[in-house]
């Protein structure tokens, strides 16, 4: 029995010692093998993704518009599906719902008055900047200018996106409201955003720089036939003979106002301060020189790149707490830590950098507060 035995474990001595040889002969083999099929995979899909690489962004940036809606509803349905699933467990951790007496105790404590208002059923109108065309459905007392002030836009707005002939409106019609003044269009083959605002009457640079105007190409600003459009303060084209929209004058650099302002170049505002637009646009001709609008010291400079659309671009920390911006420059005459003075010390020039359509000056003015219209401290 015993001689039974010691075979026995002669014999798987000698298996163990021959699975550690094979495996230090072969698995280093292996492993090199592995490395190079992974490699070799690896190239190969690497290889296939360039060669179509320029035809999956092309189709992606061309067809962009057209997708957005699909894209919003399937991350909507998302939100929801994970928000249905999850609230079973968020009821279940509320420390609060296990307390039954919660509500009854509050009302006790308040006697008969009611945690709901009265008017909780009542429509109000979000102050979240809309990003597109709704429905509103016209309820008792309505009139075209008591819509137009509820959603802040004009009056012809509300016209001209219903093709109204008269104010005459009923309870229960229905009127299509823009997010902005202006007029709506849709994209026709060959359309661009410059013929777009000659027929509105508008200034291209507004189209643009509306931020839910979405474009194949952000730098060229190519449009999807079929896409909708907002026109910013656009005219309705029967309209325009008889619609004058007024005209502001920049006149320039002159005597310092008394919040320590003045306006930095001449020209036209073609593009005032608004939600979406923190600042003013001033057009004047290309390489005109830009001054300084306060004085302060250069705080940045930012001479080359796209710089989230400002192109070339300075801001100068003002003596009087406030920073104002310059941008679209076509060069910076000033380095960061130099002191200018209002009106006096040149800080670049009128250029076509960034996200532009014509050459222009745009100016911010940023308070302890946050960003605000620079036209009352020019004026």
């Given at each position: ?72 509803h ?37 006697g008969?008055q ?17 990003d ?37 409106i ?5 009127l299509?409201?823009?997010p ?7 994209v ?23 931020p ?10 190519s ?18 003979p ?21 306006w ?51 801001t100068i920390?003002g003596?009087?707490g ?12 000033v ?11 040149v800080?670049?020039w ?30």
């Amino acid at each position: 029995m015993e001689k039974i035995k010691d075979c026995l474990l002669l014999g798987c001595s000698r298996y163990v010692k021959q699975f550690i040889f094979f495996l230090k002969k072969e698995f280093p083999l292996f492993i090199s093998f592995l490395n190079i099929y992974i490699k070799d995979k690896v190239l190969f899909l690497s290889g296939a993704f360039e060669n179509h690489k320029n035809t999956i962004v092309k189709t992606i940036l061309v067809k962009r518009g057209k997708r957005n809606r699909i894209f919003l509803h399937l991350s909507a349905m998302s939100i929801l599906l994970i928000g249905v699933l999850i609230s079973p467990l968020i009821s279940n951790s509320n420390p609060f719902s296990n307390n039954k007496n919660l509500l009854s105790f509050a009302q006790a404590q308040n006697g008969e008055q009611s945690l709901i208002s009265e008017d909780v059923f009542q429509t109000q109108e979000s102050d979240k900047p809309r990003d597109k065309v709704v429905v509103y459905t016209v309820q008792k007392g309505d009139t075209i200018s008591v819509i137009a002030r509820r959603f802040g836009i004009s009056e012809d707005t509300v016209r001209w996106a219903n093709d109204l002939k008269t104010d005459d409106i009923t309870v229960g019609d229905t009127l299509d409201i823009l997010p902005v003044t202006g007029i709506v269009h849709k994209v026709q083959r060959g359309d661009n955003v410059y013929a777009i605002a000659k027929k509105y009457a508008t200034n291209p640079q507004e189209i643009v720089d509306f931020p839910f105007n979405d474009f194949a190409n952000p730098q060229t600003f190519s449009l999807v036939e079929g896409q909708i459009l907002i026109v910013p303060n656009g005219v309705k084209p029967e309209e325009k003979p008889n619609y004058i929209r007024p005209t502001y004058i920049a006149t320039g650099p002159v005597n310092v106002t008394g919040e320590g302002f003045t306006w930095p170049i001449q020209g036209v505002i073609s593009q005032s301060y608004s939600w979406y637009h923190k600042g003013i646009d001033i057009a004047a001709a290309s390489g005109a020189p830009v001054v300084a609008a306060q004085n302060g010291t250069v705080s940045a400079v930012y001479t080359s790149g796209w710089n989230w659309g400002y192109g070339i671009y300075i801001t100068i920390q003002g003596n009087n707490g406030y920073e104002t911006l310059y941008s679209h420059m076509s060069g910076a005459n000033v380095n960061v830590g130099d002191t200018v003075t209002a009106g006096q010390s040149v800080v670049g020039w009128v250029g076509l950098t960034g996200r532009t359509t014509g050459p222009h000056l745009h100016l911010e003015v940023k308070g302890g507060s946050g960003q605000v219209n620079p036209l009352p401290f020019l004026q």
